[in-house]
């Protein structure tokens, strides 16, 4: 079975790729996961994020956004300590700030997947690529969206962490043309 390259060799990349990585995703706890996730790689190996996993899980509630956007300097400094995630003030920041304009967001669109879908019209933008080198790190959409995002008062969402949140999410199809998961 043939998948993309950045997955090969790794069984957590590979069953990463082959269970979650680009399937359409409608669910707003999900969405924020990755949008969490996706803010905390930033400068980081995605294999970092993946063994670390279900530590965030556990340090962020289960990625529940309404608890998030609660976090006081108490809790920040507890994330601190914690050495299972990226310690990094900011980023942990972000993230909190990141909750509460996801909220925002639901309270204006009435679901988070209702404004991020918008952006392609609620269909999947299927690209086509032979190899790896071939996929861009940012699209003009992921600017835009970036772009919209930062106005709506989001941090650690550059075009480059957005265009890897809508590959995850199955906004954007870049499974390779040879890829088993192309098209599904």
Partial sequence: MKRCDWCEGNDLQQDYHDKEWGVPVHED??????????????????????????????????????????????????????????????????????????????????????????????????NHYKTGEEIPSKTVLSDFISLDLKKKGFKFLGSITVYAYLQAVGIIDDHLDCCFKKGQ
């Fill in 29 to 126: 706890h999900i969405h924020f996961e990755f949008l969490l996730l996706e803010s905390m790689q930033s400068g980081l190996s995605w294999q970092t994020i993946l063994m670390k996993r279900e530590n965030f899980r556990t340090a962020f509630d289960q990625f529940d956004y309404n608890l998030i956007a609660q976090y006081d300097e108490l809790k920040i400094v507890e994330l601190l300590k914690n050495e299972g995630i990226i310690r990094y003030r900011k980023k942990i920041e972000s993230v909190i700030n990141n909750a509460t304009a996801f909220i925002a967001i639901q309270e204006e669109y009435g679901r988070f997947n209702e404004y991020i879908w918008q952006f392609t019209n609620k269909k999947i933008v299927v």
